[in-house]
């Protein structure tokens, strides 16, 4: 928000600074003497920023080109109009300039410059770099004297305490170049064709710092389309099918998709391409390379020409409301007010060598989806704004999405705006072609007549999507906000924890609720065997790698995987590999000759005790030298971690001081040693191998990253993410491992919706939920609405809990239909008295017990009714039984209203309609979201704490301009289920009028609103009526 500042990111070294022209990252750097991508050992440009992508000005975050030198530069932010960024060099020695030039194929040209004291240039630059996070470069203020103070001398630290550094006064000049060999890969059963490989330099290895080497990439699930199109940045480089790339004994492809990256590991590639028999492996030059070649549309790898009156397809597009698109000649603004086919309806439709096409319209210029949702048809050139992905629709007709992934309407006044989320009727376009090239003449003695033919033509798109094949890469973040056909198509992921829900219970909620309401994922409790007791936090203490647990046997959890991913939910498993459990009370410390003495037993019959585990598989037991010890006593912990401060001499714990360290008594695993990394692998690998494709890391902070990484990365991964609690991240966890679990937001929306009194301040705080943990970007994090570390015995406002009853209703369904959070977290636990309880039927001071299911003998689920009030009646409140927060009304009918609507941009508060009761806007406010969508919510009252306003009532919203197309609308937050296709009522329903303006609907006190244009009801048929025949 227009603020720069300079912070030491180890990690992070190059600034990359191309033209103008350089569209989405793509085209060579911006040379300008070869000074202008400026590259510090241990600084890095940090830009708080809010808006749309620009197209002159584009910043991503990436990986440095170079190694670090010990030469360091500062940089400053000036004021400067939208869209560009002044950078000065600002030396602090004055050497040589030193320069070096390189090539990677992954990421292109770079150049890198410490300029000296004489070349203090002042350049307005666009920034651009290669990889995903887009941008808005605004106005900045100037950087203070002082924090170019604080950042020297945080660069002097971080130089002196690193253990090596490099130093360089001599200019080199190096370049090497990629030919990337075009082959045709024929394959057989059975067999496996190598494309010809390129030769690579410098090393992938120079891009790591010493102090992170050894940790193993991972690779992630893209969610991108397939097949891949080689010739747009990407190079298949072995294409394999037989037996090795099939089901497994458990009837799953997670072995062979391990097979598959074993294969790109060896090959050197970044990128597979899996089907069940069938791996390709390919490397890409960038991640942009790799987006815009996942199942491009027809005429990709055609470059760009300037237009030419032979040039691409003449067309005019006919609109819904019977008007074609035209450009105004004055301002140059795209409408569709003309019934009438004209010169300035006429649009050349140019292939682009991503798959994407321009429009250019002839005496104006290329068409261009501006921030303010405008086209505006003056471009000279083709960028990013001005690419455009064409959809072809069943019904012949076209639609155009942008690379801000809206797509263009043709509103009913003549307005065309690219602001839609969704392609319904106005998002629709007929073409007409106009074959001019094919124009017929014909000649007389006094007078040539050219003729033009019209015809109304379907432009057709490439290959068909292969729905069987996934595309895993190390160049995709976890769970991306986008995916599809070049990357281009929202998403929304949503996973449920079941906390201690059994097996069985677990794979009838996927097969019947899950996956018929469209969740991606559901989170379980710990797997492995753990210590005997009732309490919770026994499941987070692992006595062996065995797989039967209090939830059930081995057997039931990997029919569970099974039965869960059939119905297209996968499976999360807490993932333990920092500790074991703490001994029992009747261990004793052995003597020298009773050093095998483990007496205490775990949930399955393992024994363990005195810093051993006997193991349920063989494999998996270990011996006191296994664990972190004091050196010459195995049976003492190394140092110790826990309340309250929970760090170990240093201010931070991300800096891996406390992996050596015993988080509270539990004994620590020696993860440096080969046999303990063989362990873990086995836990892991016979995960993946049942189907397990996403984890929680538990106790991430206290494990070693390049331990975990080595361990988990032999695996490609649908999603990992780390228990995380609100450190600022150094930017190597999230590299190595995974995401972060965002705590903060849901302690935000808390505050917002519940705690705060002052009802003025209730809209500007809901607007202003855009961010929880500090640091912490939506492209990282997951946000649990709860967590089981952060719940109290009884209810309390500041904390997201059952027990808060409608409040917490209306915080969850509001993290529903937010739409700036990509990924969520919904809760499903159980009731309790104290925090210590585990499931129903588990009550403490039992040493094992029987936990009670969820469905019943007769089928019917114990599951707690939606709460009415705010807090819950005690009684229901301290009540021992299954909650089932994820069943409350609401929570499955915003699933489908979430995947429509989540990353289209938040509209101001609409207008309220004024109140009877005087408090006109307090407490209340509605939003549209793109222009489908709309929220409406009115703050409730709690009875334990009353806020001084009482109730406000339920708020009834005729007059309101909602700006959604008119129609009888179903409220989807009442429903229990996903609306069914032609449903014609709902429990609650909006009706809006022609003009936009709602004519009936109310949001509820306390409660959530919320429709868009795929919950339209039908309106159900007229009743027949019969006429009686009489006689006489």
Same mark, same amino acid.
């Given at each position: 928000r227009g603020q720069a500042a300079i912070l030491p990111v180890p990690n992070r070294c190059g600034l990359e600074v191309f033209p103008e022209d350089s569209a989405m990252g793509g085209g060579k750097p911006l040379r300008s003497s070869g000074r202008w991508i400026l590259c510090s050992a241990a600084v890095v440009l940090a830009l708080t920023l809010e808006g749309c992508v620009s197209s002159s000005a584009v910043v991503y975050d990436d990986e440095p080109l170079v190694k670090p030198t010990t030469s360091r530069t500062a940089f400053r932010a000036y004021d400067l109009p939208p869209g560009y960024f002044e950078v000065e060099p600002q030396p602090k020695t004055t050497p040589a300039t030193t320069t070096t030039e390189t090539h990677s194929p992954s990421r292109g040209y770079a150049t890198s410059a410490q300029p000296s004291t004489t070349t203090d240039l002042i350049r307005r630059v666009p920034l651009v770099s290669t990889t995903s996070k887009a941008v808005l470069v605004g106005t900045f203020e100037p950087i203070s004297s002082t924090v170019q103070e604080e950042v020297s001398s945080t660069i002097d630290a971080a130089e002196s305490a690193r253990s090596t550094t490099t130093t360089s006064t001599t200019t080199t000049t190096t370049r090497a170049t990629t030919e990337t060999t075009k082959s045709t890969t024929r394959t057989t059963t059975?067999?496996?064709? /190598?494309?010809?490989?390129?030769?690579? @330099?410098?090393?992938?290895?120079?891009? =790591?710092?010493?102090?992170?080497?050894?940790?193993?990439?991972?690779?992630?699930?893209?969610?991108?389309?397939?097949?891949?199109?080689?010739?747009?940045?990407?190079?298949?480089?072995?294409?394999?099918?037989?037996?090795?790339?099939? !089901?497994?004994?458990?009837?799953?492809?997670? *072995?062979?998709?391990?097979?598959c990256l074993d294969r790109v590991r060896v090959l050197g590639g970044n990128t597979f391409v899996f089907e069940v028999g069938h791996c390709q492996v390919w490397r890409c030059s960038s991640r942009v390379s790799l987006r815009a070649s996942a199942a491009p549309p027809a005429g990709a790898? #055609?470059?760009?020409?300037? %237009?030419?009156?032979?040039?691409?397809? *003449?067309?005019?597009?006919?609109?819904?409301?019977? *008007?074609?698109?035209?450009?105004?000649?004055?301002?140059?603004v795209v409408v569709a007010n003309s019934k009438t086919d004209g010169p300035d309806s006429r649009f050349q439709i140019l292939p682009n060598a991503d798959g994407t096409v321009a429009m250019f319209a002839p005496g104006s210029g290329y068409v261009s989806a501006q921030p303010s949702c405008a086209l505006i048809a003056d471009r000279p050139e083709v960028g990013g704004w001005e690419k455009f992905l064409m959809i072809q629709n069943e019904d012949g007709t076209v639609s155009f999405k942008t690379a801000h992934g809206l797509y263009v309407s043709a509103r009913s006044g003549g307005?065309?705006?690219?602001?839609?989320g969704a392609i319904q009727a106005w998002e629709k376009f007929q073409v007409v072609r106009h074959n001019l090239r094919n124009a017929t003449r014909e000649e007389s003695n006094t007078s040539t007549t050219t003729t033009t033919t019209t015809t109304t033509t379907t432009l057709q798109l490439g290959d068909e999507v292969n729905p069987n094949a996934s595309v895993y890469s190390d160049l995709c973040e976890f769970q991306e906000g986008n995916g599809g056909r070049g990357g281009m198509d929202r998403r929304a992921p949503i996973f449920v924890k079941l906390w201690e829900w059994n097996y069985n219970d677990i794979a009838r909620e996927c097969k019947e609720y899950l996956g018929p309401n469209g969740f991606d994922a559901v989170q379980v409790s710990p797997v492995a065997e753990h210590k005997r007791g009732a309490q919770w936090w026994t499941k987070y203490q692992p006595i062996s790698f065995?797989?039967? @647990? /209090?939830?059930?046997?081995?057997?039931?959890?990997?029919?569970?995987?099974? $039965?869960?991913?059939?119905?297209?939910?996968?499976? #999360?498993?807490? !993932?333990?590999?920092?500790?074991?459990?703490?001994?029992?009370?009747?261990?004793?410390?052995?003597? $020298?000759?009773?050093?095998?003495?483990?007496?205490?037993?775990?949930?399955?019959?393992?024994?363990?005790?005195?810093?051993?585990?006997?193991?349920?598989?063989?494999?998996?037991?270990?011996?006191?030298?296994?664990?972190?010890?004091?050196?010459?006593?195995?049976?003492?912990?190394?140092?110790?971690?826990g309340a309250p401060t929970y760090l170990c001499g240093s201010p931070v714990t991300t800096d891996c001081s406390c992996?050596?360290?015993?988080?509270?008594? !539990?004994?620590?695993?020696?993860?440096?040693?080969?046999? =303990?990394a063989e362990i873990h692998h086995r836990h892991v690998k016979e995960l993946h191998d049942i189907g397990v494709t996403m984890l929680r890391v538990d106790a991430a902070l206290y494990e070693d990253v390049g331990d975990v990484s080595r361990t988990l990365n032999r695996f490609p991964w649908d999603y990992v993410y780390m228990e995380w609690w609100g450190e600022y991240p150094v930017g190597l966890h999230d590299k190595y491992i995974g995401q972060y679990r965002d705590v903060a937001l849901t302690w935000k929306i808390s505050d917002t919706l519940a705690s705060e009194k002052n009802l003025s301040k209730f809209a500007s705080g809901i607007f202003d939920l855009g961010q929880g943990v500090?640091?912490?970007?939506?492209?990282?994090?997951?946000?649990?609405?709860?967590?089981?570390d952060k719940r109290t015995d009884t209810a309390?406002?500041?904390?997201?809990?059952?027990?808060?009853?409608?409040?917490? &209703? &209306? &915080?969850?369904?509001?993290?529903?239909?937010?739409?700036?959070? *990509?990924?969520?977290?919904?809760? +499903?636990?159980?009731?309790?008295?104290?925090?210590? &309880?585990?499931?129903?039927?588990?009550?403490?001071?039992? $040493? =094992?017990?029987?936990?009670? %299911?969820?469905?019943?003998?007769?089928?019917?689920?114990?599951?707690?009714? @939606?709460?009415?009030?705010?807090?819950?009646p005690e009684e229901d409140a301290q009540k021992r039984g299954w909650v089932c927060e994820h069943r409350w009304t609401g929570v499955a009918g915003l699933v489908a209203f979430r995947r429509a609507c989540r990353g289209l941009p938040v509209s101001a508060p609409l207008a309220p309609v004024a109140s009877a009761d005087g408090l006109g806007a307090a407490g209340r406010v509605a939003f549209r979201i793109g222009e489908e969508c709309l929220v409406a919510l009115v703050k409730?009252?709690?009875?334990?704490?009353?806020?001084?306003?009482?109730? !406000?009532?339920?708020?009834?919203?005729? +007059?309101?301009?909602?700006?959604?197309?008119?129609?009888?609308?179903?409220?989807?937050?009442?429903?229990?289920?996903?609306?069914?296709?032609?449903? @014609?009522?709902?429990?609650?329903?909006? =009706?809006?009028?022609?003009?936009?303006?709602?004519?009936?609907?109310?949001?509820l006190e306390g409660d959530l609103l919320a429709i868009y244009t795929g919950a339209l009801l039908v309106d159900p048929p007229m009743p027949s009526r019969r006429l009686r025949s009489s006689s006489r």
């Open positions: 059975g067999t496996t064709t /190598r494309a010809p490989q390129a030769q690579t @330099t410098p090393s992938a290895g120079s891009h =790591v710092p010493d102090w992170a080497r050894g940790n193993l990439s991972s690779f992630r699930n893209c969610y991108l389309a397939a097949p891949l199109k080689a010739d747009l940045g990407c190079a298949l480089l072995e294409e394999s099918r037989g037996a090795d790339f099939g !089901l497994n004994e458990f009837g799953q492809e997670t *072995t062979a998709k391990a097979k790898g #055609v470059e760009v020409g300037s %237009p030419a009156d032979d040039g691409g397809d *003449t067309v005019s597009f006919l609109s819904f409301h019977g *008007t074609y698109l035209q450009v105004e000649r004055v301002l140059k307005a065309v705006l690219a602001s839609s065995g797989l039967s @647990t /209090r939830s059930g046997t081995a057997e039931e959890f990997r029919s569970m995987v099974a $039965d869960c991913r059939a119905a297209g939910v996968q499976v #999360v498993v807490d !993932l333990i590999l920092n500790h074991i459990a703490t001994p029992c009370d009747a261990a004793r410390r052995p003597s $020298d000759d009773d050093v095998d003495v483990a007496p205490c037993k775990g949930w399955n019959g393992s024994t363990y005790g005195n810093r051993r585990i006997s193991g349920a598989r063989g494999w998996d037991a270990a011996h006191p030298e296994f664990f972190h010890h004091k050196p010459g006593n195995p049976l003492r912990g190394l140092c110790g971690v992996c050596k360290c015993d988080l509270h008594g !539990l004994p620590d695993w020696n993860t440096e040693l080969a046999e =303990v500090f640091g912490v970007p939506d492209e990282k994090a997951i946000y649990p609405i709860s967590y089981h309390v406002q500041e904390v997201a809990s059952y027990k808060n009853g409608l409040e917490y &209703q &209306q &915080q969850q369904k509001f993290l529903m239909a937010w739409p700036k959070m *990509t990924r969520i977290l919904i809760w +499903g636990g159980y009731g309790y008295s104290n925090i210590e &309880q585990g499931p129903p039927g588990c009550e403490n001071g039992q $040493d =094992v017990c029987n936990p009670e %299911p969820v469905f019943g003998a007769s089928g019917a689920m114990a599951c707690m009714a @939606t709460p009415a009030v705010s807090p819950m409730g009252t709690n009875e334990k704490w009353p806020q001084g306003y009482g109730h !406000l009532g339920d708020w009834p919203l005729r +007059g309101l301009a909602s700006g959604l197309p008119a129609g009888r609308y179903c409220d989807v937050a009442s429903l229990s289920q996903k609306l069914a296709v032609g449903a @014609t009522s709902c429990p609650r329903e909006v =009706v809006i009028g022609s003009d936009g303006v709602v004519l009936s609907g109310s949001a």
